[in-house]
């Protein structure tokens, strides 16, 4: 009786969503072969039955930017961090000299990624992916631009002018938001990191990593960022800019935005309202 109610709750939905389907809504979307493509995304968005589930998504991404694209996913890791900022949820002070000295260091093989969804993690899994070597902010790539992409990843300031946001910026790439908001977007960061507001915080960050061979807590210099009003600048660059698309695949509302724009855009609305909540 359960088996049969559990088949039911899969299968009785609409007509499955093909690799197939998911090339024609991305092209549909804008997707072009030749693009520079950073996915955010969700899997349980689509809502639907996907035969392959993420690998099916991910050989979609794949064939839609055709051999002379280059495809980019987040493979965050934020677990491997000073332990004293941590409050989603916080752990007892007296843990943060353990977690210092036994977290494993960070390695692009086998760390994994932390909430960035399983169609980022099956691709950061996927042979020829490559990986840049921050313990935090890392990303992977893979096609034609991937090595340029990724490399001289700094680890102060991850998200920043020297990441790979900034390489796809330079790049002319694009952003494609698959089921997710611009919370999610990680470009609004690379806004954040070159907008200036008075009151601009530092953290002092660590994280353990892999030195000459030997496990060691590194620390370095980070901006505390603040996602509270990505949605709200997103969704203002939408109704400014036309080159933005959207559409659904199954019920996954894709949107695809130039990512040098959005960043551009956003530099200037981070600014403006960080002025109007200065003392006056």
Request: negative net charge.
């Amino acid at each position: 009786m359960g088996r049969e109610l559990l088949a039911v709750s899969i299968y009785d939905q609409e007509w499955p969503l093909t690799r197939a389907d998911i090339v024609k809504g991305l092209q549909d979307v804008g997707v072009r072969e030749g693009m520079t493509l950073l996915v955010h995304s969700s899997m349980k968005s689509f809502n639907r039955w996907i035969p392959g589930k993420s690998q099916a998504v991910i050989e979609a991404l794949e064939e839609a930017i055709g051999p002379q694209g280059t495809l980019v996913m987040p493979a965050q890791t934020g677990e491997l961090s000073e332990p004293s900022h941590w409050c989603r949820p916080p752990v007892p002070e007296a843990w943060w000299p353990i977690i210092r000295a036994e977290m494993p260091p960070y390695r692009t093989d086998l760390t994994a990624t932390r909430g960035m969804g399983v169609i980022a993690e099956s691709f950061r899994c996927q042979d020829g992916t490559l990986r840049s070597n921050h313990p935090q902010t890392s990303f992977t790539a893979r096609g034609p631009l991937a090595e340029t992409i990724l490399r001289e990843h700094a680890l102060d300031f991850g998200l920043g002018d020297q990441s790979p946001l900034a390489r796809i910026y330079e790049h002319g790439g694009y952003v494609l938001l698959l089921g997710v908001d611009h919370r999610s977007n990680t470009s609004l960061h690379l806004a954040e990191n070159r907008a200036s507001w008075p009151g601009k915080h530092l953290v002092r960050q660590g994280a353990p990593m892999l030195v000459d061979g030997v496990r060691q807590w590194v620390e370095f210099e980070e901006f505390e960022y603040d996602d509270s009003d990505f949605n709200e600048i997103g969704e203002a660059f939408e109704q400014m800019y036309p080159d933005v698309r959207s559409g659904r695949i199954g019920d996954c509302l894709a949107k695809l935005l130039p990512q040098r724009e959005l960043v551009d855009f956003s530099i200037e609305r981070m600014t403006a309202r960080s002025s109007e909540t200065e003392p006056q």
